[in-house]
């Protein structure tokens, strides 16, 4: 008895929590680099999954018409379509602001998020996706419970994000100039660093998380629909970058498992007929618990 | 001796406000040239339109020959001229070997020629050595000066332009500071030095003086420290190696931006100047 309500939203959580982690990361990488919430990341997520869908099982939108090109190259389509969002974001948007106030740039932001909502809907109505497990199938049974290959995914391709971002931004020249753009972006200038090109690599990093976690969350899920990122990964991946320190990369991996699985052992263990909106809560208890605590967040400190 | 840098009729402003109207200067290769000047004279607009963080409105910079103006930092650095900024601007969330590194940034695949800068770099500044793990927001002022210096040096330039590395410094520390320009210079770089520390002339081949966006002295550093009569009247006296050569109220804190470090009054300075005497530079028309 015990096991199932403890096994079952584990697994779920820590899977759920790898999708708002990757998300998330993608805020700390653009609030490090602009000081920017960008209220447009749950759609780079959702636009990850349209194309990852449409992509795989083929498309006919207005003159353009894409044969089925399967799962895989599907999941290819939906992290370049978000990163290339990400690109468009950074061009159009974010760098001609780059002067104005902050508040400026973040309903900019806002405004991008539901400009991709409207696009959605043109894209797919308000109807609901089903996508497909990029690999079907139960490698193994834990206490009763049976884990799925995509579930395994999502957590190791998290795993993957985390210690890749780790070495860029520890060991790379290029991930030590993006950490020194956001710290003094003039001596930045003056070291010959292109503030631009660092810009366009940040939103385009973010936009390709986003990607992944629209490709990779929905199968284990359930669905996505018109809005998706926003509605189910932006306030819990806002969340979880929050509890990470908003700066720290693995503060922000870190965040989403933890928002993860306080939603889903809060979803399984309260009733929901006395107690609706349970996980909700759950998750805000955690979040003031923690900040009251370590104010600055779980690490507390850039990375 | 040859001319490393050339600046002709240069004219630089902020928004609509024309800050320098049309100075000339020339730095010749291998000397230490000093910039000295008040408050609000216009050192920092003219090092930063030298190294590409200011767009030039007019007149010409040349350095080996060619035209400069108007190119963007990256493209400088890459050429040899490097800015080691006013109010230090190291990154301070990254350590001493870290903020080095980034000096050497579009020079970062010349790997035999950089570990040979920054052997140089830990011999100039042992400290920072010492430190090199550190984060350098958490280094002393005079830490954090060094880590600039060396910071620009690690760019392996032909022209290091340096903004006000005393302010802030105790005297000591100040000769300190200069010493080590004197053996940068030495070691082959080029150095243009922005100061309000009269104790820089000692260290200077040349010096100019910078008045309202205009260059009111040029000579010898020998000429200008020996004579008290040519201090007193450009500089307002001061003790040197020891006073600055105008008191500053408040030091700018090391991360006020630049720009807006700038006090806005300071141009009226009570003291009676005998400005007759100024050798003004002439102002050929501008290009
Ligand atoms: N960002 C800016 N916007 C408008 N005016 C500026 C800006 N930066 C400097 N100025 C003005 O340009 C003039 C020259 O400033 P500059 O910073 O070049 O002087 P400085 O000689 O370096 O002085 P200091 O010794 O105080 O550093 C000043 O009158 C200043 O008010
Ligand atoms: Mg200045």
Redesign the pocket.
Known sequence: MLGVTLVTPIILGLVQGAGFGLVAIGLVLIYKSTRVFNFAAGEFATLGAFASYHFSHGFNILFISIPKLGLWAGAVAGIAVGAAFGLLTERFVVRPLSNRPKVTVLVATAAIATTAIALEIVLGATKSFRSGALVSGHPFVLQGVSLLWQELIVIFVLVLAGVGLAIFFGYTDLGLATLATSQEPTASRLMGIRLNRISMLTWGLAGALGGLAGVLLPPVTGSFFAAYGTTDLLIAAFTAAVLGGMTSVPGAFLGGILVGLVQNLALSNVDQNHFPGAPAVAVLVVLIGVLVVRPTGILGREA | MSVLLEIRGLEV???A?P??QGIDFDVEEGKTTVLL????????????AISGLLKPWGGTISFEGERIDGLEPPALVDRGVTLVP?GRRVFPALSVAQNLRLGSWTKRKRGAELKDAEEKVYDYFPILLERRTQMAGTLSGGQQQMLAVGRGLMSLPKLILI??AS?GLSPALAKTVFNIVDRINADGTTVII?E?NVGVLKHADNALV?E??EIVYRGSGEELRSGDELRRTYLGGGDEEAAPAVA?PTP?PAQA????????T??DEPRSRRRSRARRAGKPGTG
């Open positions: 402003g902020y928004g406000i800050v320098l000047g008040l408050n609000g004279a216009g050192k920092t607009t003219t090092v930063g006013e903004d006000e302010l922005v309000q910078m309202k966006g500053r700018a931006a630049a720009q807006a470090s700038a006090p806005a300071s141009d």
